[in-house]
């Protein structure tokens, strides 16, 4: 019994003495002047070094290197500040312009008048280009009616595009429908400000604005002098350089800031 006694009175003995010597150690890493407090070691700078020692003696009784430990956290900051800048990407504070062309070949005028208002009732003050009337492209069907229209908004990218499908099914249009096939309305976005971005469902600028005459020709009407955010030129020398006779577009009369009532089916 006795040796029982002793041999546990030597592991306490042992642990305190292990605690003893740590706490040792612990001043001396830290050099702490009793007494003196000449300017050079002030008591805010006494507790980060304590708080980085005893961080540092943490990470190493949990089997993690303080070197690890120093990375994890630059890690989780610059997945911090990644996300804030996914957030800017697509939450606009301050107004911003915004650019989209619509076309149907599916009664077409109708449907055009009927986008307009659309766009007017979720966007307010909105500016259209002229109507224009081209082939269809892809596949054979009737002619499509296009125009682009321009607006300010603080709304997200992703908060334009669903007014502009709510807009393509009040026009009737099916969200199943093959691509290539005819349109009651295509709403598509061209510009959102100076944004540039590619990713799954969104890539801007839109690649066919500088593509298909039937965007860009009524972008010139709006903003002749506006600068694509990538290729620095702007709209009117784009559409200088385009084939005209290969891509015949020809002005309709159809007015788009028609009464509301006049679009009613």
């Known amino acids: 019994m006795r040796a029982r006694g002793g041999a546990?009175?030597?592991?306490?003995?042992?642990?305190?003495?292990?605690?003893?010597?740590?706490?040792?150690?612990?001043r001396r890493g830290i050099a702490v002047q009793v007494g003196r407090d000449d300017g050079r070691t002030?008591?805010?700078?006494?507790?980060?070094?304590?708080?980085?020692?005893?961080?540092?003696?943490?990470?190493?009784?949990?089997?993690?290197?303080?070197?690890?430990?120093?990375?994890?956290?630059?890690?989780?900051a610059t997945s911090r500040e990644q996300r804030a800048v996914g957030a800017a990407v697509t939450t606009s504070q301050a107004p911003l312009d915004v650019y989209v062309a619509a076309g149907s070949n599916v009664d077409a005028s109708k449907n055009l008048q009927r986008a307009a208002a659309g766009l007017r009732r979720a966007f307010g003050a909105v500016r259209f280009s002229p109507v224009y009337r081209n082939a269809a492209v892809g596949f054979e069907g009737d002619d499509f009616l296009n125009f682009a229209a321009a607006f300010r908004t603080t709304l997200s990218v992703e908060a334009v595009i669903e007014h502009l499908q709510t807009i393509e099914g009040e026009c009737g249009r099916s969200r199943d429908a093959p691509k290539w096939a005819p349109r009651s309305m295509d709403l598509d976005i061209l510009l959102y400000g100076d944004l540039v971005c590619e990713r799954p469902g969104l890539v801007l600028p839109r690649p066919d604005l500088i593509k298909r005459p039937y965007m860009l020709g009524p972008m010139v009407d709006l903003e002749p002098q506006l600068r694509h955010p990538t290729l620095g030129r702007t709209l009117a020398e784009l559409w200088a350089g385009f084939d005209h006779a290969a891509h015949p577009m020809h002005r309709e009369p159809l007015a788009l800031d028609a009464p509301r009532s006049s679009v009613k089916d």
């Open 42 to 76: 002030t008591r805010a700078s006494c507790a980060r070094r304590i708080r980085g020692r005893l961080d540092s003696t943490a990470h190493q009784q949990a089997g993690c290197d303080s070197r690890l430990a120093r990375r994890w956290r630059i890690d989780r």
């Open 8 to 26: 546990r009175c030597g592991r306490r003995h042992a642990r305190l003495q292990a605690r003893l010597e740590a706490h040792h150690r612990l």
